[in-house]
């Protein structure tokens, strides 16, 4: 029902900024939210930020907060995260996700997309 295709990953030096998008296409209408996340080598994947596409309303995961933004744009049915202050533990691959309906679980992922902070 729904395909996300992330861009904007790649490589920047600590305390520089990148911003990932997530294209979404399909029935878009039915999405509830719209989330990264993100998997370190040798780490589970862990939840970065979600938006309510609806009401707007945002969450974060404390270790991102004050420096990561979700935001959306429903004309164009994308999600991106405006990331600053990134610093090397921010290194992983990261991955937009919706969830659908009533859906609990984020239950369709994009492909990935690969950022790298330096130190």
């Known amino acids: 029902q729904v395909q996300l295709v992330e861009s904007g990953g790649g490589l920047v030096q600590a305390g520089g900024s990148l911003r990932l998008s997530c294209a979404a296409s399909?029935?878009?209408?039915?999405?509830?939210?719209m989330g990264w996340f993100r998997q370190a080598p040798g780490k589970e994947r862990e939840f970065v930020a979600e938006?309510?596409?609806?009401?707007?309303?945002?969450y974060y995961a404390d270790s991102v907060k004050g420096r990561f933004t979700i935001s959306r744009d429903n004309a164009k049915n994308t999600v991106s995260l405006q990331m600053n202050s990134l610093k090397p533990e921010d290194t992983s691959v990261y991955y937009c996700?919706?969830?659908?309906?009533?859906?609990?679980?984020?239950?369709?992922w994009g492909q990935g997309t690969q950022v790298t902070v330096s130190s």
């Open positions: 996700a919706a969830r659908l309906g009533s859906a609990i679980k984020y239950n369709y």
């Open positions: 399909g029935r878009t209408f039915s999405t509830y939210a």
């Open positions: 938006i309510h596409w609806s009401s707007g309303s945002t």
